[in-house]
């Protein structure tokens, strides 16, 4: 267990940003008895959030960094490749170029050794946290334990993916080899390409990440919690750290403490405060096919391709790929074009149904675990930001741990890892 740290506590607590992590954070923090209200422009569940594209995985196993040993040789056929799973505008470059380089750093084994130890040791509660506020918020349909399926297109796909398989097991994560009559036992929705498989039987999905967000905050503001439609641009500071949140149009709005939990415009603010974190927000797309009736049952990923199928109330999602062009450039839906046509001979039923495509912005870390922590010169304020890929799956455990940070009580998990001075 960790040691929350005491910063200036009060009632009332202000949290910027109603993704998953915000509707969370909000709900713990009213069962630890604070006052709540949740800042954010967009209406949470709503597609203009990064939470609601997400393709759905709660995985307790999840423990995999996205750099990873040898990714810098794969680097440069993805970067060839127009519909490959890594894209880098020209004009951004130069921008992205120092988070990249840390990226790459991320990748020695010494690293990746510790990050995975600390993304296991934040997944692995996430049932946990989730499964009561569901249940009072009446949405226990909405997590479903189906478990996760990565496909290959040859034989010896998993061997070629040996340390990774090496990495869960060692974190406990149960795993299962699977040939090609297996995959077909498991998932007769799949086409015949698919020559082998890793199931990791203990993980779950969302049906409907947008909807859960959505429960959640109706619940938080049924037990209390004031949701506030607006920006906020910055903080006015006095001598115990922040005194109030600065709304876009001029309002000012006093605090005793904050959560900042603002997805990919979060690094901005931080910065506002005296903390420089390598930030950049990994544009991700998805193609949702409405009425799609392929018969999948089982969030599915093509480890060769590099994207995610999920089955989703509304039909079937193909989620995946990682754009770097900022928070400003407008969605180039080519990327999510590249989705549809790589899914289509994954499944035996012709994909048909209407196609509805997103982008969104994954808040991310070069190193693939988040920042939470408290700020550096302002300590009543809890950072919970950077989750990247992972939001849907830590957004309940870190919800737990920044209301257990604002008691000033140990949390449920050690804090050390995700120490925004780490960098």
Same mark, same amino acid.
């Given at each position: 267990?960790?040691?929350?740290?005491?910063?200036?506590?009060?009632?009332?607590?202000?949290?910027?940003?109603?993704?998953?992590?915000?509707?969370?954070?909000?709900?713990?923090?009213?069962?630890?008895?604070?006052?709540?209200?949740?800042?954010?422009?967009?209406?949470?569940?709503?597609?203009?959030?990064c939470?609601?594209?997400?393709?759905?995985?709660?995985?307790?196993?999840?423990?995999?960094?996205?750099?990873?040993?040898?990714?810098?040789?794969?680097?440069?056929?993805?970067?060839?490749?127009? =519909?490959?799973?890594?894209?880098?505008?020209?004009?951004?470059?130069?921008?992205?170029?120092?988070?990249?380089?840390?990226?790459?750093?991320? @990748?020695?084994?010494?690293?990746?050794? =510790?990050?995975?130890?600390?993304?296991?040791?934040?997944?692995?509660?996430?049932f946990?946290?989730?499964?009561?506020?569901?249940?009072?918020?009446?949405?226990?349909?909405?997590?479903?334990?189906?478990?996760?399926?990565?496909?290959?297109? @040859?034989?010896?796909?998993?061997?070629?993916?040996?340390?990774?398989? @090496?990495?869960?097991?060692? +974190?406990?994560?149960?795993?299962?080899i699977?040939?090609?009559?297996?995959?077909?036992q498991?998932?007769p929705?799949l086409?015949?390409?698919?020559?082998?498989?890793?199931?990791?039987?203990?993980?779950g999905?969302?049906?409907?990440?947008?909807?859960?967000?959505?429960?959640?905050?109706? +619940?938080?503001?049924?037990?209390?919690?004031?949701?506030?439609?607006?920006?906020?641009?910055?903080?006015?500071?006095?001598?115990?750290?922040?005194?109030?949140?600065?709304?876009?149009?001029?309002e000012?709005?006093?605090?005793?403490?904050?959560?900042?939990?603002?997805?990919?415009?979060?690094?901005?603010?931080?910065?506002?405060?005296?903390?420089?974190?390598?930030?950049?927000?990994?544009?991700?797309?998805?193609?949702?096919?409405?009425?799609?009736?392929?018969?999948?049952?089982?969030?599915?990923? @093509?480890?060769?391709?590099?994207?995610v199928?999920?089955?989703?109330?509304?039909?079937?999602?193909?989620?995946?790929?990682?754009?770097?062009?900022?928070?400003?450039?407008?969605?180039?839906?080519?990327?999510?074009?590249?989705?549809?046509?790589?899914?289509?001979?994954?499944f035996?039923?012709?994909?048909?149904?209407?196609?509805?495509?997103?982008?969104?912005?994954?808040?991310?870390?070069?190193?693939?675990?988040?920042?939470?922590?408290?700020?550096? +010169?302002a300590?009543?304020?809890?950072?919970?930001?950077? +989750?990247?890929?992972?939001?849907?799956?830590?957004?309940?455990?870190?919800?737990?741990?920044?209301?257990?940070?604002?008691?000033?009580?140990?949390?449920?998990?050690?804090?050390?890892?995700?120490?925004?001075?780490?960098?």
């Amino acid at each position: 267990m960790g040691q929350g740290s005491r910063g200036v506590q009060g009632t009332k607590v202000t949290v910027i940003g109603a993704g998953i992590v915000g509707v969370c954070s909000a709900n713990y923090l009213l069962k630890q008895g604070f006052e709540v209200e949740v800042i954010d422009p967009a209406l949470p569940g709503s597609e203009d959030q990064c939470s609601y594209g997400n393709a759905g995985g709660i995985c307790p196993g999840s423990c995999i960094p996205n750099s990873m040993p040898g990714v810098l040789k794969n680097v440069p056929k993805w970067l060839m490749d127009p =519909e490959g799973p890594l894209y880098v505008r020209l004009a951004y470059l130069p921008h992205a170029l120092p988070w990249l380089l840390r990226f790459l750093a991320a @990748s020695r084994k010494s690293r990746v050794e =510790e990050i995975a130890a600390a993304m296991r040791s934040l997944h692995r509660y996430t049932f946990d946290c989730y499964e009561p506020l569901m249940k009072e918020a009446g949405c226990e349909e909405l997590l479903q334990k189906r478990g996760q399926l990565f496909v290959y297109e @040859s034989e010896d796909g998993p061997a070629k993916g040996a340390y990774g398989l @090496s990495l869960r097991r060692n +974190h406990g994560v149960r795993v299962e080899i699977l040939d090609a009559d297996q995959i077909r036992q498991l998932e007769p929705a799949l086409a015949p390409i698919f020559k082998s498989a890793v199931y990791l039987p203990e993980q779950g999905q969302c049906p409907n990440p947008g909807r859960l967000v959505a429960r959640l905050a109706e +619940h938080a503001a049924r037990q209390g919690a004031r949701f506030i439609r607006a920006r906020v641009r910055g903080f006015e500071t006095g001598p115990n750290g922040a005194s109030a949140v600065l709304l876009e149009g001029g309002e000012r709005r006093p605090v005793d403490q904050v959560v900042l939990a603002a997805g990919a415009w979060s690094a901005e603010l931080a910065r506002q405060l005296g903390d420089r974190i390598p930030f950049e927000t990994e544009r991700g797309y998805h193609v949702m096919i409405g009425g799609a009736e392929t018969g999948l049952r089982i969030q599915t990923i @093509s480890a060769d391709r590099k994207f995610v199928a999920s089955p989703m109330e509304e039909g079937l999602r193909i989620a995946g790929n990682v754009e770097f062009s900022g928070l400003k450039m407008p969605p180039n839906f080519f990327r999510a074009d590249a989705l549809l046509r790589q899914a289509r001979p994954m499944f035996r039923k012709p994909i048909e149904g209407e196609v509805k495509r997103w982008m969104g912005h994954r808040p991310g870390t070069p190193d693939s675990i988040p920042v939470i922590d408290r700020a550096r +010169h302002a300590p009543n304020v809890i950072y919970a930001f950077g +989750h990247g890929h992972q939001g849907l799956i830590a957004g309940s455990v870190t919800g737990r741990v920044v209301a257990e940070m604002a008691a000033g009580q140990k949390t449920l998990i050690d804090l050390t890892p995700f120490k925004a001075g780490r960098f």
